[in-house]
């Protein structure tokens, strides 16, 4: 039986709109509960001519799972979540799994899936892949590519196929980009294929955790400390998460952050999984704190639920700031978010520039924290109308432009979706734009896949 479009005005518009304050509603939405509806809407699909732009919860703050053309494919019905195979530490999920429900029941079984977005309570894992998230473990475990083992991908013409990682130490056969061609849905925002299964790769399960909340006077000294901590040999931290003034403001709101010191200027939040005691893991830190000079007592959070504070601290940031961008949507105003990188030692000079480049432009000045160990933090601007918006991103732009000059990226968890397309440019030169688009016409040949993502 074929899939229902539905083309009720209320039931599209229930999916206009994503964590990017961009709002389009579709012309048709698809809710398919098994992946043979999947494989038959992309067989009509292709033969009628009509777009395909796939959605999970729509957390996406790039406008990649919103559109305004052909059908919303929403995959929240395919969560399945498989028993555990611990022998192999695997696990198989439909798209529209949480990614906090998966951790869940891989924890369950004492193993770890490692990829930890922020927003892991209301993304699902599917989105997860396209845009091959990651969040604060990133420093330890990496982004999502390399904890996918295997994906089921309905291609644009409707067939049902499968990739599998090879998992080579040595391969010499054909060009690089086509040893492992999983790797081509990984990060591709839905624009070469529905991914319907994947198969996760996953870890032991740590023991013991502890973070650490560590409190600066300036932000020079906390950046400082965040370089300190990547290049020690005594400590070994999983993540490290920067908050400037605005940011851990923000947090006080937080039961877990009535603690935060009324004089600190700044502070850094640090997870290490620790085998030995206690007391020597918070020594080491001790005494690395002490060499950046910090004067204030930090924070201890060991135990699950004091780390789930600590995760719901850091998540509040985000939260608010979605929430104070939205009261301006009638105005043509929003949040904006940047997810830029550079290299972590040239994490201080970026953030002054970017500061300086708001300061330039009389904009409100941006919140700014984030994942400090990988040199990846966040700015969240509030724009109260459209030309406000229009100036902010405009220092947005320059402020990209300084980042490609210290040899960073100007997406480097979120994707590109349709907001950071016109920057796409600015990092990658026609030659690889043209690969890109390429492997698009093989796999798509007739674009309908998410058009408007990334190219």
């Not at 590519?145 to 990682?165: C, I, P, T, Y």
């Not at 000294?221 to 923000?250: H, N, W």
Request: glycine share 8%.
């Amino acid at each position: 039986m074929s899939i229902a479009l539905i083309d009720d005005r209320s039931v599209r518009k229930a999916y206009e709109a994503d964590a990017s304050g961009l709002h389009l509603i579709p012309e048709f939405v698809a809710r398919p509960e098994s992946i043979e509806e999947v494989v038959d809407l992309m067989q009509r699909a292709t033969a009628d001519r009509i777009a395909v732009t796939c959605a999970g919860a729509q957390t996406s703050t790039t406008g990649a799972s919103i559109t305004d053309s052909g059908i919303l494919l929403s995959l929240r019905s395919l969560d399945s979540v498989s028993a555990v195979d611990a022998k192999a530490k695997t696990m198989k999920v439909g798209p529209g799994a949480l990614v906090g429900d998966i951790k869940r029941t891989a924890a369950a079984a004492g193993l770890l899936f490692a990829p930890d977005p922020t927003s892991e309570e209301e993304s699902t894992i599917g989105g997860a892949i396209a845009c091959n998230a990651s969040g604060a473990r990133t420093l330890k475990y990496g982004a999502t590519r390399q904890h996918v083992q295997s994906l089921k991908v309905v291609m644009a013409n409707g067939d049902l196929r499968e990739f599998r990682r090879s998992n080579l130490e040595k391969n010499t056969v054909g060009y690089a980009f086509a040893h492992d061609p999983i790797d081509w849905f990984i990060g591709s925002e839905g624009t070469l294929g529905v991914i319907v299964e994947a198969e996760l790769s996953l870890l032991p399960l740590p023991t013991h955790v502890v973070g650490l909340a560590v409190f600066f006077e300036t932000e020079e000294e906390a950046l400082k400390f965040v370089v300190a901590a990547r290049e020690s040999r005594t400590v070994a931290p999983r993540c490290i998460e920067y908050f400037d003034q605005q940011a851990i403001a923000i947090a006080r709101s937080e039961a877990s952050g009535a603690a935060i010191l009324r004089d600190s200027a700044t502070m850094v939040y640090l997870e290490e999984e620790i085998s030995r005691d206690l007391d020597s893991t918070l020594e080491n830190w001790s005494v690395l704190i002490d060499s950046v000079a910090s004067q204030f007592e930090p924070i201890v959070f060991d135990g699950e639920a004091r780390l789930r504070e600590a995760r719901r601290m850091r998540h509040s940031i985000p939260s608010t700031m979605n929430e104070r961008g939205g009261r301006y949507q009638n105005a043509g105003g929003r949040k904006v978010s940047t997810d830029w990188a550079v290299p972590y030692a040239k994490l201080a000079e970026a953030i002054q520039t970017a500061r300086l480049i708001a300061k330039t432009y009389r904009i409100t000045e941006p919140v700014i924290y984030g994942h400090a160990g990988n040199g990846h933090p966040h700015q969240n601007f509030v724009a109260r109308d459209r030309d406000e918006l229009a100036t902010i991103e405009t220092a947005v732009e320059e402020t990209l432009q300084h980042v490609i000059a210290l040899g960073g990226t100007v997406a480097a968890e979120h994707g590109i979706g349709k907001i950071k397309r016109r920057w796409l440019p600015l990092q990658m030169n026609a030659l690889q734009i043209a690969m890109m688009g390429a492997v698009k016409r093989e796999l798509d040949p007739n674009g309908l896949l998410a058009p408007g993502n990334i190219l």
